[in-house]
């Protein structure tokens, strides 16, 4: 299979508590690969970490490689080197956030978890196994159709899941995800830029911290009904729905759906 390359050039300034980056993994390959299904990336980062907006435009590289449907990334604004709004500064942590670090047990920031079974993962590891991954087969898909309730800030969620293989147990997450948030984030040089614009930022997990147990036997699509009140500093009109289901074995599928003012779907890979 002939192979692309991307060269990332990752930043040199570190800040106490940022992942530092070895000298030996400044160069990551991003392959070309055969899509199978979606693969969710959970990114750890922070308003106060040097590091990261580097980390990010490296998921932005491979996100544009494999089409952004397929590579989901999730950026979780969480631990010490996340901000909390207080007064005027709009800061990005939540208690949600704070819980998945430690779930994690996240050390340091910038770092990701990979459709849930690759424990956290330095960036220079990212590539590889998103590329390992987007070539695994699912027999799950997800359609989601997520749509606003006229005159409110209510969506309505509707989740439809079927599997065309062996009966899967696990649990359905959906979590609200907002793109355009113009905030405050420390850089490289040590400068704070006050309108760094941030995006696929987790806001809320609609059905739970865990999301739902389900049960999906072979061939019988199950519909799952949500409507979910978003905080008025939410803008709905740059946000996301993205559902997924994992077990013990990880991330089985994972799709992302935009909020809209009319009637839309989106439906996983892997068929």
């Not at 909390?84 to 990005?92: N, P, R, T, W």
């Not at 849930?116 to 799950?140: F, M, P």
Request: include cysteine; hydrophobic fraction near 40%; aromatic fraction near 6%.
């Amino acid at each position: 299979m002939k192979k692309q390359y991307y060269i990332l050039f990752l930043c040199m300034a570190m800040l106490l508590g940022c992942n530092n980056i070895d000298n030996n993994n400044r160069l990551i390959e991003i392959p070309v690969a055969t899509v199978e299904r979606n693969v969710l990336v959970e990114e750890f980062t922070g308003q106060k970490c040097l590091n990261c907006p580097a980390a990010g435009v490296a998921l932005k590289d491979i996100q544009s490689k494999y089409n952004e449907g397929n590579v989901v990334v999730v950026a979780i604004h969480g631990g010490p080197l996340a901000l909390k709004s207080s007064g005027h500064i709009v800061g990005l942590r939540t208690d949600l956030s704070d819980q998945y670090y430690k779930l994690w047990k996240v050390s340091g920031v910038p770092c990701a978890v990979i459709n849930r079974n690759s424990g956290v993962l330095r960036r220079n590891a990212w590539a590889a196994k998103i590329y390992e991954d987007l070539q695994q087969k699912s027999s799950i898909k997800i359609a989601t159709k997520a749509q606003r309730v006229a005159n409110s800030n209510d969506i309505t969620i509707s989740t439809t899941i079927n599997n065309t293989g062996e009966a899967v147990k696990g649990h359905l997450q959906l979590w609200l995800v907002e793109n355009n948030i113009t905030a405050i984030q420390q850089l490289p040089n040590n400068d704070v830029q006050h309108n760094y614009v941030h995006n696929h930022v987790l806001r809320d997990a609609i059905n739970g911290a865990m999301g739902e147990e389900v049960s999906l036997n072979s061939n019988t699509p199950q519909t799952f009904e949500h409507r979910y009140s978003a905080k008025d500093y939410i803008n709905l009109n740059n946000c996301h729905i993205v559902a997924f289901v994992y077990n013990d074995s990880g991330v089985v599928q994972v799709v992302q759906q935009a909020v809209s003012n009319e009637e839309n779907t989106t439906i996983g890979n892997g068929f």
